[in-house]
């Protein structure tokens, strides 16, 4: 996949991006139909500084709602949720010697899992840039 992510900052909302009310964030599918998943910069905030990221298994189906996988900060651990169903098509690897990018490219190098085999109907029905911003504020 091409990295084509917008710049960092916790107060520039990519409007590319879709959002989960829980504060997740899913590109759109690529020429593959594969998307890809993190959590925002709203929610790395929350959180702290991240400490250990938990990811659901390459290969892995999962279904839109249900906790795949944990963010462990200074803070606290919260629960990351599957923003939609599909299969999980490969992780953030990077993540696991450097979890801290989760808080210094949300959008960027931080981002968590690819899914692969989703609706692209259910991506277009996740919060856009504005419908985000409107329940963070």
Request: proline share 6%; net charge negative; aromatic share 6%.
């Amino acid at each position: 996949m091409a990295d084509d992510t917008p710049s960092e900052g916790t107060s520039e909302l990519p409007s590319a991006l879709r959002y989960t009310a829980e504060h997740e964030w899913v590109r759109p599918p690529d020429a593959d139909g594969v998307v890809r998943v993190g959590i925002t910069a709203y929610a790395q905030d929350a959180l702290g500084d991240v400490v250990f990221v938990q990811l659901p298994d390459a290969g892995s189906s999962v279904e839109a709602g249900a906790s795949i996988g944990e963010v462990e900060s200074t803070k606290s651990v919260s629960e990351v949720y599957a923003p939609l169903t599909g299969v999980v098509r490969a992780v953030n690897e990077a993540l696991e010697a450097n979890p801290e990018l989760v808080n210094s490219a949300p959008y960027g190098e931080g981002w968590m899992f690819e899914l692969e085999g989703v609706d692209a109907a259910a991506v277009d029905a996740l919060l856009d840039a504005r419908a985000y911003r409107s329940i963070t504020s």
